[in-house]
């Protein structure tokens, strides 16, 4: 249909008007005036429409039709707003509002720059076309509607360019995970709704560890495509669980709806470790990361954002300083753990100029004879106010305020020293950490120690952990054929523990495997197959001829069986702990070579010893108590006297945790309970309950519904009558009791 034939019914009033200047010039009335609109028409600057007073099409531009895959002539008569699809959701979610057609055209409202998506049928169905339209009713002379007359035109391209500047700002482009704009609006959304109804949201931030190296060795396109791949690995891993983001660098984010089960979040930690600290490969070359995860809860651990947020980022930094590579719930300790290791950090630095740290030596003994052979140096800190600290805790903080290169340098001077004051065929064995690896300078690091202290090389060994395979392969092997070009040996530490892989023993030239201790702990219980694997890495160490060594041997059943597993050498306690150099010369100078077995029969299973303050709730009752030690089916409490045997009791951990347990033993003060539920690990040594009380409960209960103080609880159904205690609460902390026990 031509506009000519529509159009001109309403202006031909006139016709064509002559310019007062004699010009040539196209009146209202002149034909050529509908040949410009035909024009305009087609080289589609815009299209134009009308509708009959029922709403009923009755003029459609040829080029506007044909978005339908059909000839103006097959629309005409339809309703106009059959011609859209109502999609009011996405108008929505893109925060526009107007209107919709029907109502405009019900209400004959004039349309403006309304924006509509075409029903373009199956002919285009995959491809969006999307119009703005405007149109005004008309009316006769006597005030009559007789339909609209309107235009529209394509704003498809405006409208994807629009969407695509919009993904941009809430999705990163490298991964295609949520930015942290996006993450937060969303945890912000999903807390509040969830405030109101009382639910439970998980948040999960994750930091990769030396992801750095990575990026420094085999550059920043490589880095790249890593993070990518961990991306894909998260949303395997995560699936339909949980939204994820990248918040910048090496940072991920996970917020889970409805997850406050910590078994199942501890589960879920654990399988994201162990997945992103598969290798990568990236454009041939092999890189190797690991990840450290920090989880809180709300409403336990935070209500808002910033709360919960927070929470999530003190448990991470609690991970990473636990040695990477592990998870790590909040719990409100952490707070001053983190104020803790900044103190840590500042002391360690008059640490190292002021002689606070020694060495002591740990025998590594043979299998067979008992006779040592070689002793580990393991550093030690005498804190001039905490007494001393576990290199454990000092090593990581170590790592992070790049003290370890002048700490590691000073450990390997000394050592050598010592060792070289010992009889020839005994040697010594150094820990070096992945970061001191990294450094290019280790090699004459190494070879000045040795000539200072005129240590033969071969008296010397190395101790390495699977975390400096991470990073790239050639610069590593490179850093292992200059060490061993010394003349020193190698170990490989803690195996099993990290980034394990075979087939670094095949490459690397190490001269010894230690196997670590999580393998001979528990080897001796029924169900666990630590003893397969440790059976597995003695003869393929035998095959590639390395020796091997069994580290954290404590009870003579794990000796028994190491030793009949094959074991070489032995390092643990069952001989003897690390002792300061002094004790190591007196028992040389009196030719005290071997070593005797002292140990419990068995290992028992994990206990956690403590002095630690709890409630215990029974009935409507609650008495204060110590807990004493912890595993994971029960503990032992002290501080109520006389509790009868199989009586029910709740233990108040603290922060919500409440254990529901029944006495198993009773000994005066002293009971012994097993849980009704077994707690589970909090990813560090620590254990904790799987559930909380909510604040919401407590706050049900009078409590106020702030953030949790770490404190004590009530039962929620605490306010019902009092009965008068059952049993008698002692004070463990005066005279009387003290005496008594
Ligand atoms: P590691 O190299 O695996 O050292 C063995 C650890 O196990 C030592 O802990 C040792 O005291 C402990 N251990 C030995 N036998 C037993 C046993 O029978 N039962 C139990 N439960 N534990 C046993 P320590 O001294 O606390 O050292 C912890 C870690 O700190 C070491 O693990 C090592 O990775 C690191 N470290 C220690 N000294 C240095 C050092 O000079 N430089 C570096 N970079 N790291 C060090
Ligand atoms: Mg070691
Ligand atoms: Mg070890």
Redesign the pocket.
Known sequence: MAIGNFFSKRSDKRGTEANALGRDVIGKADPRRLVLLDDFEAADLGWFWATDSQARLIYLSDNAAAQFGHDAEQIIGRQLSELFILDRNEDEQEGRVQRPLPFLLRARNSISDLEVRIANGERYDDREVWWSISGKPQFDDEGNFFGYRGSAKDITAVRESQRETGRLAQYDSLTGLANRHRMTKRLTSILTAYKAAKRSCALMMLDLDRFKQVNDTLGHPAGDELLKQVAQRLQRIIGGTGEIGRLGGDEFQVILPDIEDRGRLGDLAARVIQMVSQPYSIDGARAIIGTSVGVAVAPFDGIETEELVSAADLALYAAKGGGRGQYRFYSSELKDGAKLRRQIEEDLRDALSQDQLELHY?PLIDARSHEVKSF????RWNHPERGWV???DF?PIAEEANLISAL?EW?LKQACKEAASWPVDLGVA????AVQFGNADLPLVVKNALQASGLAPYRLEL?LTESVFIGDPATTKDMFQSLKRLGIKLAL??FGTGYSSLGYLKTAPFDKIKID?SFVRGATEPDNNNAAIITAIVSLANALGMTTVA????AVDELELVTGLGAKLI????FS??MPQAEVLERLDSGQLKYEAHGPAKHRADRISMFRRIGVIHEDHRYEAVMRNLSKTGARIEGILDVPLGTDLVLDLGGGQLAVCKVRRSEGPEQGVEFEVPLISDGADGLCTRHRISPYMLAAAGMPLAALPPGHYQMPHSDRSKSPPRFLQIDLTSDKARKER
């Open positions: 740990q580990e140096c393991l550093v576990s290199p454990g090593i590691g450990v150094v820990n070096v950490s101790e530490d803690d201790q580290e954290g041997v404590e390092q643990g306690w069952i702990k690390a």
